[in-house]
């Protein structure tokens, strides 16, 4: 069974940090490129950040770069987005979700559950 | 690349026909997917490439077109299809969202 567990959230002050986690199992993390998404409160999907198999290829959407880092753990089927200086409206649930490849032309068919942070004094 | 959904949401009846737009605001070929996401729940990958069913998707989800314009099309809709829609591209970075598109029951 495919799993994407995504982990780390919470209630944050402005300014603050926080890492979340994504642990996979059920498919070849390895050989996936993977994508933050977040939503936040009644609002679309936004794109985060992909990061490619090995680590080498790195994209965030522009208004986050100079925040958010993502990075991957290959060894324990992991994947995490360190948020600095976080604010209101990073407030969102946040979804790990894993990029088919060129076969589907990169669609997103793998999901997690979301995990909630909230900016907040 | 801009992606405009629209409508933004629709009062449907169980049966009926359903079509929802997504626009890009340049090309992007075939590179277009549809999600469908439940209160509460993570988004679903439903159709990818514009129109290959993803596994498990029913047959009544259709979509269409190419470059800008594209269909998500229901037909029969049954209560479970009560959803947000969302479409994506997948082109070039930032993978862009629409903005969603509520389906709801008239």
């Known amino acids: 069974e495919v799993q994407l567990v995504e982990s780390g959230g919470g209630l944050v002050k402005p300014g603050g940090s926080l890492r979340l986690s994504c642990v996979a199992s059920g498919f070849s993390f390895i050989s996936s490129t993977m994508n933050w998404v977040r939503q936040a409160p009644g609002k679309g999907l936004e794109w985060v950040s992909s990061i490619s198999i090995s680590g080498d290829y790195i994209y965030y959407t522009d208004s986050l770069k100079d925040r958010f880092t993502v990075s991957r753990d290959n060894a324990k089927n992991s994947l995490y987005l360190q948020m600095n200086n976080l604010r209101g409206e990073d407030t969102a649930v946040y979804y790990c979700a894993r990029a088919t490849g060129f076969q589907q032309l990169d669609s997103f068919d793998y999901w997690g559950q979301g995990t909630l942070v909230t900016v907040s004094s | ?106």
């Open chain 2, 1 to 106: 690349i801009q992606m405009t959904q629209s409508p933004s949401s629709l009062s449907v009846s169980v049966g009926d026909r359903v079509t929802i737009t997504c626009r890009a605001s340049q090309t992007i070929d075939n590179y277009l997917h549809w999600y469908q996401q439940k209160p509460g729940k993570a988004p679903k990958l439903l159709i990818y490439a514009v129109s290959a069913l993803q596994s498990g998707a029913p047959s009544r989800f259709s979509g269409s077109g190419y470059g800008t314009e594209f269909t998500l099309t229901i037909t029969n809709l049954q209560p479970e299809d009560f959803a947000t829609y969302h479409c994506q591209q997948t082109y070039s970075t930032p993978r862009t969202f629409g903005q969603g598109t509520k389906v709801e029951i008239k």
